[in-house]
C-alpha cells in the first residue's frame, strides 16, 4: 500500500463521520416535527462509529506503512472509546432531558449506537499487533509469538466485546418486553436488537484478530466465526421482513430499519471471512471481497431513495429514509476496512 492510498482510506471514515454529523445536524434544524428528533440524533450518533472505525483504520494503516508510534498505538483505540463514551452520555442525556417520544426512542437508540461504538473501539485494540497476522499465517505450528498479545490480554479483549453484546441484547429484551404499554416501546426494542445484533457480529471480528496475532486460530473457526456473522445479518433481516408485516405502519416502517442494519452484519462479515480465507490458505478471489460492503452499501441507499418517495404517502416512513443514508455511509466505511485488511494480509 503506498502513502497516497493509505491517506484515501482513512480520510474515507472522517468523510463518512463528517457526512453523519452534518446530514444528522441538518435533519434536526430543518423542522420542529417529532420524526425530525428521532431521524437527526440518530443519524448524528452514527458518526460516532465511524470515528472507531478511523482509530481501526489508522491502527492498521500505520503498521502496513510503517509509521506506527507508540502515541498512536494508545492514542487510536482511546479516540475510538471517548467516542462510544461521548455517544453514550448524548444517549443518556437525551432519555433523561426529554418526556416526549421522539426522546425516548432517540436516547435508547443512541446508547445501543455507543456500544457498537465500543466495539468497534475493541477491535482497533485488538488491531495493535496487526503485523502477527501475516506473520503467523505462513508458519505451519499453532506457537504463540513472543510479543503478541498474552491468554489474560486476548481474553479481556474477546470478553470486553461480549460484554457489550450482551448488555445490548438484554437492553433489546427489556425493552421488547414492555412493547403492549407504547408503540416507543416496540420501536427503540427492535432497533436495539438490530444493533445487538451488529455487536455480536463484531464479537466474532474481534476474536479471530486476536486468536489469529495469537497464532491460536483453528479449522474449525475458519467456519464458526464467518458463519455467526452471517446468521446475525439473516436474523436482522428475518426480523426485520417480520415486523414489516405488522397491521400498524408505525411499528411495521422498523422493519426497514432492522433490514439496514443487518445489511451492515453484512459487511463486517466481509472482514471476518477475508481473514478466514487467506489464514494459510491462497485465495485468489481475495480482492473482490470489499465489494461485499460496497453492495450493502448502495443497498441501503437505494432502499433509501425508495422510503423517501414513500415518506410523501405516509410520515412513518420518514426516519428509516434517513437513517438508512446513515447506514449506508456505515457500510461503505466499513468498505475502506476491508480493503486495509485486504492489503495488509495479501502476498
Same mark, same amino acid.
Given at each position: 500500500?503506498? *502513502?497516497?492510498?493509505?491517506?484515501?482510506?482513512?480520510?474515507?471514515?472522517? !468523510?463518512?463521520?463528517?457526512?453523519?454529523?452534518?446530514?444528522?445536524?441538518?435533519?434536526?434544524?430543518?423542522?420542529?416535527?417529532?420524526?425530525?428528533?428521532?431521524?437527526?440524533?440518530v443519524?448524528?450518533? !452514527?458518526?460516532?462509529?465511524? +470515528?472507531?472505525?478511523?482509530? @481501526?483504520?489508522?491502527?492498521?494503516? /500505520?503498521?502496513?506503512?510503517?509509521? *506506527?508510534?507508540?502515541?498512536?498505538?494508545?492514542?487510536?483505540?482511546?479516540?475510538? *472509546?471517548?467516542?462510544a463514551?461521548?455517544?453514550?452520555?448524548?444517549?443518556?442525556?437525551?432519555i433523561?432531558?426529554?418526556? @416526549?417520544?421522539?426522546?425516548?426512542?432517540?436516547?435508547?437508540v443512541?446508547?445501543?449506537v455507543?456500544?457498537?461504538t465500543?466495539?468497534?473501539?475493541? @477491535?482497533?485494540?485488538?488491531? #495493535?499487533?496487526?503485523?502477527?497476522?501475516?506473520?503467523?499465517?505462513?508458519?505451519?505450528?499453532?506457537?504463540v509469538?513472543?510479543?503478541?498479545?498474552?491468554?489474560?490480554?486476548?481474553d $479481556?479483549?474477546?470478553?470486553?466485546?461480549? =460484554?457489550?453484546? =450482551?448488555?445490548?441484547w438484554?437492553?433489546?429484551?427489556w425493552?421488547?418486553?414492555?412493547?403492549?404499554?407504547?408503540?416507543?416501546?416496540?420501536?427503540?426494542?427492535?432497533?436495539?436488537?438490530?444493533?445487538?445484533?451488529?455487536?455480536?457480529?463484531l464479537?466474532?471480528?474481534?476474536?479471530? +484478530?486476536?486468536?489469529?496475532?495469537?497464532?491460536? &486460530?483453528?479449522?474449525?473457526?475458519?467456519?464458526?466465526?464467518?458463519a455467526?456473522?452471517?446468521v446475525?445479518?439473516?436474523?436482522?433481516?428475518?426480523?426485520?421482513?417480520?415486523v414489516?408485516?405488522?397491521?400498524?405502519?408505525?411499528?411495521? %416502517?422498523?422493519? &426497514?430499519?432492522?433490514?439496514g442494519l443487518?445489511?451492515?452484519?453484512?459487511? +463486517?462479515? %466481509?472482514?471476518?471471512?477475508?481473514?478466514?480465507? $487467506?489464514? /494459510?490458505?491462497?485465495?485468489?478471489?481475495?480482492?473482490?471481497?470489499?465489494?461485499?460492503?460496497?453492495?450493502?452499501? !448502495? #443497498?441501503? !441507499?437505494?432502499?433509501?431513495?425508495?422510503?423517501?418517495?414513500? @415518506? #410523501?404517502?405516509?410520515?412513518?416512513?420518514?426516519?428509516?429514509?434517513r =437513517?438508512?443514508?446513515?447506514?449506508?455511509? $456505515?457500510?461503505?466505511?466499513?468498505?475502506?476496512?476491508?480493503?486495509?485488511?485486504?492489503?495488509?494480509?495479501?502476498?
Amino acid at each position: 500500500m503506498n *502513502y497516497g492510498i493509505s491517506i484515501l482510506f482513512r480520510a474515507i471514515p472522517l !468523510l463518512m463521520a463528517l457526512f453523519c454529523f452534518g446530514y444528522g445536524a441538518f435533519v434536526l434544524d430543518m423542522g420542529t416535527d417529532t420524526n425530525r428528533f428521532v431521524a437527526g440524533p440518530v443519524v448524528f450518533s !452514527l458518526g460516532m462509529i465511524c +470515528i472507531a472505525l478511523f482509530a @481501526t483504520a489508522g491502527t492498521i494503516i /500505520r503498521q502496513i506503512i510503517h509509521t *506506527y508510534s507508540t502515541a498512536a498505538k494508545y492514542a487510536l483505540p482511546i479516540i475510538g *472509546y471517548l467516542a462510544a463514551v461521548v455517544c453514550f452520555i448524548g444517549g443518556m442525556t437525551y432519555i433523561s432531558d426529554g418526556s @416526549t417520544v421522539a426522546h425516548f426512542v432517540a436516547g435508547h437508540v443512541i446508547c445501543g449506537v455507543a456500544f457498537i461504538t465500543a466495539c468497534v473501539a475493541t @477491535t482497533a485494540t485488538s488491531s #495493535t499487533r496487526f503485523t502477527f497476522i501475516t506473520q503467523n499465517s505462513k508458519k505451519t505450528d499453532h506457537a504463540v509469538p513472543a510479543k503478541s498479545f498474552s491468554s489474560a490480554q486476548a481474553d $479481556i479483549l474477546i470478553i470486553l466485546a461480549v =460484554v457489550f453484546a =450482551v448488555i445490548t441484547w438484554v437492553w433489546a429484551f427489556w425493552l421488547l418486553g414492555q412493547s403492549d404499554i407504547h408503540t416507543a416501546y416496540y420501536v427503540a426494542g427492535h432497533v436495539m436488537a438490530g444493533l445487538a445484533c451488529i455487536c455480536t457480529s463484531l464479537v466474532a471480528l474481534v476474536a479471530t +484478530i486476536v486468536r489469529q496475532i495469537r497464532n491460536s &486460530y483453528s479449522a474449525a473457526e475458519r467456519k464458526w466465526w464467518p458463519a455467526l456473522v452471517l446468521v446475525m445479518g439473516t436474523l436482522s433481516i428475518l426480523w426485520g421482513l417480520w415486523v414489516l408485516t405488522n397491521a400498524d405502519p408505525g411499528k411495521s %416502517s422498523t422493519g &426497514y430499519i432492522m433490514i439496514g442494519l443487518g445489511l451492515v452484519c453484512y459487511s +463486517i462479515s %466481509s472482514k471476518v471471512i477475508l481473514l478466514a480465507v $487467506i489464514w /494459510r490458505n491462497v485465495f485468489k478471489l481475495a480482492n473482490r471481497i470489499p465489494l461485499i460492503p460496497v453492495l450493502t452499501a !448502495l #443497498t441501503c !441507499l437505494f432502499l433509501s431513495a425508495f422510503l423517501f418517495e414513500m @415518506t #410523501t404517502l405516509n410520515d412513518v416512513y420518514f426516519v428509516p429514509a434517513r =437513517v438508512l443514508a446513515g447506514l449506508g455511509g $456505515i457500510c461503505f466505511t466499513l468498505f475502506s476496512i476491508v480493503s486495509i485488511l485486504e492489503s495488509g494480509t495479501s502476498n
